[in-house]
T-cell receptor, first 112, second 116 residues
Framework: NAGVTQTPKFQVLKTGQSMTLQCAQDMNHNSMYWYRQDPGMGLRLIYYSASEGTTDKGEVPNGYNVSRLNKREFSLRLESAAPSQTSVYFC???????????FGEGSRLTVL | AQTVTQSQPEMSVQEAETVTLSCTYDTSESDYYLFWYKQPPSRQMILVIRQEAYKQQNATENRFSVNFQKAAKSFSLKISDSQLGDAAMYFCAYLNYGGATNKLIFGTGTLLAVQP
């Protein structure tokens, strides 16, 4: 059972570099999400996609862009990484059941 | 805007004992959902239990139960007969009822240690 798969799991960037976090789910879910997790701040929503072809900003979208490539895939791009974007990033998906999100294992990003 | 507060950054419990994790929230809505998610050291978050605000009966899932006090806006998680595998970060979360998207609002988490 693959569920939600994120790549890469670890990444170190220099300030100003760009990168894309990939996420894919094999559960035929309509909605997908990107969260970041920081110590003492819980999880904060960056962007979400309620369905294929739509994306919307969450609580902390600045510095990020997303693409819902198809129903399975939802990528998160950092165009010019900053140290403030050092975090653990989680992708999640869901179908209908309220609040029942299925999460990936996370991607730890360090920006130097 | 809704907020979720977990005032216990860390908790500890002896194996086989009972522990209660606290959560309070703030909302002006009358219909909503509340959740507890578990994040073990492997980092992958999983749903532990869900409570619909319109239901007076507290939700239960095996050794996990909640104490939902709507008027007090309190939603605590009780873990009975604690096991070593219960050691994890626990997040309380809120969701407005009837929204088109599952945009959860999370608390800051409580790290639970289970002592053998």
């Amino acid at each position: 059972n693959a569920g939600v798969t994120q790549t890469p799991k670890f990444q170190v960037l220099k300030t100003g570099q760009s990168m894309t976090l990939q996420c894919a789910q094999d559960m035929n879910h309509n909605s997908m999400y990107w969260y970041r997790q920081d110590p003492g701040m819980g999880l904060r929503l960056i962007y979400y996609s309620a369905s294929e072809g739509t994306t919307d900003k969450g609580e902390v979208p600045n510095g990020y862009n997303v693409s819902r490539l198809n129903k399975r895939e939802f990528s998160l791009r950092l165009e010019s990484a900053a140290p403030s974007q050092t975090s653990v990033y989680f992708c999640a998906s869901t179908h209908r059941a309220p609040g029942e999100l299925f999460f990936g294992e996370g991607s730890r990003l360090t920006v130097l | 805007a809704q907020t979720v507060t977990q005032s216990q950054p860390e908790m500890s419990v002896q194996e086989a004992e009972t522990v209660t994790l606290s959560c309070t929230y703030d909302t002006s809505e009358s219909d909503y959902y509340l959740f507890w998610y578990k994040q073990p050291p492997s980092r992958q978050m999983i749903l532990v239990i869900r409570q619909e605000a319109y239901k007076q009966q507290n939700a239960t899932e095996n050794r996990f139960s909640v104490n939902f006090q709507k008027a007090a806006k309190s939603f605590s998680l009780k873990i009975s007969d604690s096991q070593l595998g219960d050691a994890a970060m626990y997040f309380c979360a809120y969701l407005n009822y009837g929204g088109a998207t599952n945009k959860l609002i999370f608390g800051t988490g409580t790290l639970l240690a289970v002592q053998p």
